[in-house]
């Protein structure tokens, strides 16, 4: 079983639909952090987060520490937002990340 | 990418030959990291540092070795260039203290023929 797991691992939309990402792990964490990919392009860090939730325009991302879970949520989603969403975990001392496969979003206009 | 380029951004090398690829940052930050990504795997930690000379493995280091003779250049190198490791290669670079993410580089695209 991997350390972290992200579901869906492929996703389609409409766009201005409401798109829920998810993401758990097994392992004890430092912080999660979530990153974007573009097709052919570089990596994006989202965001990075220990607790509680975080919103950034239309992306909000929410952790359970106890239930060792995150989301990710778009809302009014827009074709721009097709990418791949990687979820990824550090350890304890945080000097490591452990990545999930990533969430392949494609959003239609 | 702000703060972080790495070098060079494409590059074909036969199977056998060094090769040398380089991360410089000027955020002057002490970790800095070196990734492979590749179709089925996800991204994996080749090597990291946390300091000038101060380096450890990751999950696949073999292979592969590091070097960081001052703050703002991580080299990796291929002694000898495989098919296998035909990948894109990303560098990255964090912070101390944690309340900040990571920043990546644009990536490597590395092709062994």
């Known amino acids: 079983k991997n350390e972290v797991e992200q579901s869906p691992q492929n996703l389609t939309a409409q766009e201005g639909e409401f798109i829920t990402i998810n993401c758990s792990y097994s392992v004890g964490i430092s912080a999660l952090h979530w990153l974007q990919q573009h097709p052919g392009g570089g990596i994006v860090s989202l965001f990075m987060l220990s607790s509680g939730k975080k919103k950034h325009g239309r992306l909000i991302a929410t952790i359970n520490i106890q239930e060792k879970h995150s989301s990710l949520h778009i809302t009014a989603s827009h074709p721009r937002d097709s990418a791949v969403y990687i979820c990824?975990?550090?350890?304890?001392?945080?000097?490591?990340?452990?990545f999930g496969a990533g969430t392949i979003l494609r959003v239609k206009s | 990418d702000a703060g972080i380029t790495q070098s060079p951004r494409h590059k074909v090398t036969e199977t056998g030959t060094p090769v040398t690829l380089r991360c410089h940052q000027t955020?002057?930050?002490?970790?800095m990291y070196w990734y492979r990504q590749d179709p089925g795997h996800g991204l994996r930690l080749i090597h990291y540092?946390?300091?000038?000379?101060?380096?450890d493995k990751g999950e696949v280091s073999d292979g592969y070795s590091v070097s960081r003779s001052k703050t703002e250049d991580f080299l990796l190198t291929l002694e000898s260039a495989t098919s296998s490791q035909t990948s894109v290669y990303f560098c990255a670079i964090r912070p101390t203290g944690g309340i900040y993410g990571y920043t990546f580089g644009s990536g490597t695209r590395l092709t062994v023929v």
């Open positions: 540092s946390y300091g000038v000379k101060d380096t």
């Open positions: 955020e002057n930050h002490r970790y």
């Open positions: 990824a975990v550090g350890g304890e001392y945080g000097n490591k990340l452990v």
